[in-house]
Every structure is written in C-alpha cells, then in structure tokens.
C-alpha cells in the first residue's frame, strides 16, 4: 500500500493487475487476415525491397556520359531503341547515342547509370518513340531505385510485439511474407450494472438514465484489438451478477470488465457478489476519478475488472488499467498511451492526495492543454469525453493547476 495506508498508488495497482496477465496462445495466420493482430514473432523479408533496379520516374534510360552536356541551350539527342512498360521484364542492350524510353517502377536496364525524367526532354513521352531531346544533364544514379535500399532478404520487417496495422501488413506484402505469427485476440465481456440503467434509446424517466457505459467499454475494447463477445446489463443484484459471470465464461471470456456495484454503498452487486470470495480484491486508489477499482482472477484464469459506475470514471480505468492488461495479453510491446508535456491555458481545481486524470483538450500548434469541460473534473461529465482527446495527469501533491504549469498529458 501507498504511505497514506488505505489508499493504493496507481502504479502499486497497475503491478498488481499486470502480474496477472498471461500472454495468450500463438497462431498463424496469412498477413492480411492477421491484420490488427500482435507479432509474436518477428515477419521477416522473404526478398529485396525493392525487388530491383527500377526507374522512379516517367522518362528515358541514359548513360550519363552521353548527356553530360545536356542544356536547354544546347540539347542532347539521343536514339530510342526500346520501350519499357510497367511489368516489363526486359534488359535491352544499347550503346553510345542511344537511350531506352521507360516507365516509373520499369526495370533499369543494365547499360544505363541515370534516367531522365520525360519534364526534361522536348517533347515528352509521346513523341520520342524514334528519338529525344535531352535538356539537363542527369546526375549519375539520377532517379534511379536500388536494389535492396529499403530492406534485404532475411531483414525483420515487422518485430515481435508489434501490432500489425495497415502500414506494417502493406510492407511485409511487399517484401513477400506470406504467414506470420500472431497472438489470439482477446475475448472480453462487458457488463454495466445498475437498476437505474436504460438501454441505449430509451426514452430517459426519472431516476433512470441511459446506459453510456456499455458502447463506451465496447469501443474501447475493439480499438485495442479485442473481440467482444458479451455486452450485458445487469440491475442491482448480486445474483445477477454471478449469472453473467457464468455466461461470460462459458463464451470464453479472457476478461470480464464491469462497470458500477463496486464502491461501498447500500447496492453494490459487484462487492456483493465477489467480496470475500478471496479471488476479486476490493482497493481504493489514489486517482481521481477511479478511487474504487476491483480486480481478481477467477478459477477459471479469467480476469476481472471492476470499475466505478460514472462514465468518465470508466474512460480512465480503462486508460490507467485495462487497456494495458488487453495490450499485455496480446504480447504487445508497448502497453501504453504516448506521453507529452504541455502548458497548461487555464487554471483548475486538484484533489487532494490523489492524482488527477482530467480529460482535456490540446492545442499541437501552441502545446497547450485545458479542461474539456467548463465544470472542471467530474466523474459524472460524461458529455466532455465527446470533446476531449487527452487526458492531464497532475500528480497528487499538486494542489492547484494555474495557466502556464507545465502538464504532463496522455495522448488518446
């Protein structure tokens, strides 16, 4: 526990949570339905990139000594003894006073030791298929692509730990990796509980409010890579609590994530159904908003995250403690959010003793960071995440933020 005793430091229950986390089984899948996934091993380059010599832009194969003298005052005019197309694989001879018109992505011919773009020619492309003006004298290699200058055969293209997205499935295509190594997804279930919860829709009464916790958790979830594969809402009970547990484990849930029932008022259904059972443990961290924060393993090897019922409350846990324990399970070798320092553009209230995680607003051009709402922080000001896409972290033995502190900030 933290010096305050009662209160459990952020990092102290972040260790506990990750010291639970069991990386999950390996598969093998072709690169483009492993998009989204973990490497857990490294993809390596089955060939060259590029595959060879090629031209980068539209014009004529040279050698350079025949334009060395090349000007617009004094153009070179060179023979054009072949043509070479996109997908051509030929490697046509030619000699001195001689050039070969060529495509971007051609194959360079042997013979030649620079191209010259079409722009610096009289007349182009269309009207050289029997000769060419040449107007600038190419540097030697000009505009030419090397075999193997971005990658060579056996070179990791991806690493182990890596996500593979959009970016990484496109290079390990182009250097000819055809299966990799990835780590399942994690399956997750998500229960939001609460006799006061409508779904989504719903027209409000009341005492009875829309369900934001559920969507929320449930896109969360799949922007980390995880599969969900129960959403649920359960009303004040523990025995209902107990049921979608069973559920969620028979649908082979690697983790099940419940949002409300976990504080120590009259209805908890959470603490009611998991206190003392000795495998979910109730702490009180020092953080603000997300003070209450349950999490166990079950007998099954399940996780379980219990998080505070208000929606902001519920962004951060996920930020502070979920989101890294899916990304660990995943064998990802980053797990959390980019960091960065900015100033602060207004003044705002602190809690005392505890860190604050206030969704914020930045501003990249001036690195400043304000509060996404006028109120403040808030657990409950679930309308400000709409336009919030950090969140400041002030430590606890910070009493007041004023314009001009210097903020550390999470990116999300």
């Known amino acids: 526990?933290?010096?305050a005793g009662s209160r459990r430091t952020v990092e102290e229950q972040l260790a506990r949570v990750l010291g639970a986390v069991r990386t999950l089984p390996v598969g093998t899948l072709t690169v483009t339905d492993a998009a989204g996934r973990t490497l857990a091993a490294d993809a390596t380059a089955a060939h060259d990139i590029p595959l060879f010599d090629n031209s980068a832009m539209d014009g004529f194969a040279v050698r350079g000594a025949d334009v060395a003298t090349a000007s617009p005052e004094h153009p070179v005019t060179l023979r054009v003894v072949a043509d070479l197309p996109?997908?051509?694989?030929?490697?046509?001879?030619?000699?001195?006073?001689?050039?070969?018109?060529?495509?971007?992505?051609?194959?360079?011919?042997?013979?030649?030791?620079?191209?010259?773009?079409?722009?610096?020619?009289?007349?182009?492309?269309?009207?050289?298929?029997?000769?060419?003006?040449?107007?600038?004298?190419?540097a030697s290699g000009a505009f030419v692509r090397r075999r193997g200058a971005d990658l060579?055969?056996?070179?990791?293209?991806?690493?182990?730990?890596?996500?593979?997205?959009?970016?990484?499935?496109?290079?390990?295509?182009?250097?000819?990796?055809?299966?990799?190594?990835?780590?399942?997804?994690?399956?997750?279930?998500?229960v939001s509980t609460g006799s006061e919860l409508l779904t989504p829709g719903e027209t409000p009464t009341r005492g009875r409010i829309p369900d934001s916790n559920?969507?929320?958790?449930?896109?969360?979830?799949?922007?980390?890579?995880?599969?969900?594969?129960?959403?649920?809402?359960?009303?004040?009970?523990?025995?209902?609590?107990?049921?979608?547990?069973a559920e969620a484990v028979a649908r082979g849930a690697d983790v099940i994530v419940f949002?409300?029932?976990?504080?120590?008022?009259?209805?908890?259904?959470?603490?009611?159904?998991?206190?003392?059972?000795?495998?979910?443990?109730?702490?009180?961290?020092?953080?603000?908003?997300?003070?209450?924060?349950?999490?166990?393993?079950?007998?099954?090897?399940?996780?379980?995250?219990g998080l505070p019922g208000n929606p902001v409350s519920v962004a951060v846990s996920f930020e502070v403690f979920v989101r890294p324990a899916l990304l660990a399970l995943q064998g990802r070798a980053e797990i959390h959010r980019a960091r960065a320092v900015f100033t602060a553009a207004a003044d705002w209230n602190?809690?005392?003793?505890?860190?604050?995680?206030?969704?914020?607003?930045?501003?990249?051009?001036e690195r400043t960071v304000r509060p996404a709402t006028a109120g403040g922080s808030g657990s409950h000001l679930a309308g400000g995440l709409a336009r919030a896409h950090a969140f400041a972290i002030v430590p606890a033995e910070v009493e007041r933020v004023a314009a001009g502190d210097e903020i550390d900030v999470m990116l999300v």
């Open 214 to 245: 559920g969507p929320l958790l449930t896109q969360l979830v799949r922007d980390v890579d995880a599969e969900v594969v129960l959403v649920a809402r359960v009303a004040d009970d523990a025995g209902a609590v107990h049921d979608v547990t």
């Open 1 to 3: 526990m933290s010096a």
């Open 350 to 365: 602190t809690p005392p003793g505890r860190r604050q995680y206030l969704p914020a607003v930045v501003d990249l051009r």
């Open 86 to 138: 996109a997908g051509a694989s030929d490697d046509p001879a030619f000699g001195e006073g001689e050039a070969v018109r060529i495509m971007t992505g051609s194959p360079t011919p042997s013979a030649a030791d620079a191209i010259v773009p079409f722009e610096d020619t009289a007349g182009g492309l269309a009207d050289s298929l029997g000769a060419v003006r040449v107007l600038s004298a190419p």
């Open 152 to 190: 060579r055969a056996g070179d990791a293209v991806v690493r182990a730990g890596e996500r593979l997205g959009a970016f990484q499935v496109a290079a390990a295509v182009a250097a000819g990796v055809g299966r990799v190594d990835v780590t399942r997804a994690p399956r997750v279930a998500v």
């Open 259 to 305: 949002t409300g029932g976990v504080s120590a008022g009259a209805y908890e259904p959470v603490r009611g159904a998991f206190d003392g059972a000795g495998e979910v443990e109730f702490a009180s961290v020092a953080m603000q908003p997300g003070k209450p924060q349950a999490f166990g393993v079950l007998g099954a090897g399940t996780l379980v995250f």
